[in-house]
Structures are given as structure tokens and as C-alpha cells.
């Protein structure tokens, strides 16, 4: 059984940076492509990022283009995404997620999905 554990959120003030963690159990990380998403209130699972296996090319939605990073770690079946400049839209349940055949943005293709972890941006 496939396990996903999210950590590393928070509240920060806007500006401000946190670098969220998921670490995967149960199977062969690197065969998993991996992304994260956030749900706000009231609103829909939305893309964040995405990371293939090797070589590990990555996509981004274009909301936090240039302010996020999603990088992973086969060793230690970790995928982390360091966000950076962060606004108070930026405030959402964040949650990764891994597939073997993923759609980039489509959450519907990815197979296992972690808790999530919050993460809460202040003005």
C-alpha cells in the first residue's frame, strides 16, 4: 500500500517562504511521477506542480511560476516544492500526489494522494 505524508506547512507572512515536504511509503518512488496541489476554501483542487521521473522534468501552473520550486529526491522518496514570495492567495491545504501515467494537471490521473498540510500566508 502506496503511503503519502505532507509536512513542512504554516503560517508565514506574505513575503515569506516555506518549503513543504512528502515522503512516500510502499512502493518504488522513482517510478512515480509527483505533483502537488492546494484546495482554499471554497474553491477546487488546483494544480501547483508537477515532477516526472527521470530526468525529472518539471511544469508549473502559471500562478506561481517563478516563485515555486518542485524538486525530489529518489534516495529518500521525497518530493518537495519550496515556495518562495509567498502571497495571501497563496493560502490553501496543500496536498502531493503521485501517479506512474499522469496528466500533468489532471488530478483525476494521479493515483495516490497524501492528507495534505496547511498552509496559511498572512497580509
Known amino acids: 500500500q502506496v503511503q503519502l505524508g505532507e509536512s513542512g506547512g504554516g503560517l508565514v507572512q506574505a513575503g515569506g517562504s516555506l518549503r513543504l515536504s512528502c515522503t512516500v511509503s510502499?512502493?518504488?518512488?522513482?517510478?512515480?511521477?509527483m505533483g502537488w496541489f492546494r484546495q482554499a476554501p471554497g474553491k477546487e483542487r488546483e494544480f501547483v506542480a508537477v515532477i516526472r521521473r527521470n530526468p525529472g522534468s518539471v511544469y508549473y501552473a502559471d500562478s506561481i511560476k517563478g516563485r515555486f520550486t518542485i524538486s525530489r529526491d529518489n534516495a529518500k522518496n521525497t518530493v518537495y516544492l519550496q515556495m518562495n514570495s509567498l502571497k495571501p492567495e497563496d493560502t490553501a491545504v496543500y496536498y502531493c500526489a503521485g501517479g506512474v501515467a499522469v496528466v500533468d494537471g489532471n488530478p483525476r490521473t494521479y493515483e495516490h494522494w497524501g492528507q495534505g498540510t496547511q498552509v496559511t500566508v498572512s497580509s
Open positions: 510502499g512502493r518504488t518512488f522513482s517510478n512515480y511521477a
